[in-house]
């Protein structure tokens, strides 16, 4: 079972900076792929960003050029830098985990609010 707890949501204004934080219960380097996911209101949960093992990353287009993940394996802690935050950024932030030979887990989420 991996543990994960997000941290770091608030509410800021439009063009504002958060930074997010995912601390996992193992190490980060035996995880396959961390990815942070947001889900909206009456929407279905999205993909924002994903890091692998290797440090390959991946954004939805939505993020790119304003969003970072990034990881901290000395910590077990990876993290979601969003810069010019937008409006339409709204919504609850989820941690994963994916483990090959586990599964996936998710952290129990960090509101972010972005008012315009």
């Known amino acids: 079972q991996v543990q994960l707890v997000e941290s770091g949501g608030g509410l800021v204004q439009a063009g504002g900076s958060l930074r997010l934080s995912c601390a996992a219960s193992?190490?980060?380097?035996?995880?396959?792929?961390m990815g942070w996911y947001r889900q909206a209101p009456g929407k279905q949960r999205e993909l924002v960003a994903t890091?692998?093992?290797?440090?390959?990353?991946n954004y939805a287009d939505s993020v790119k050029g304003r969003f970072t993940i990034s990881r901290d394996n000395a910590k077990n802690t990876v993290y979601l830098q969003m810069n010019s935050l937008k409006p339409e950024d709204t919504a609850v932030y989820y941690c994963k985990a994916s483990v090959l030979t586990m599964g996936a887990y998710w952290g129990q989420g960090t509101q972010v609010t972005v008012s315009s």
């Open positions: 890091i692998t093992r290797g440090g390959s990353t």
């Open positions: 193992a190490s980060i380097f035996s995880i396959d792929t």
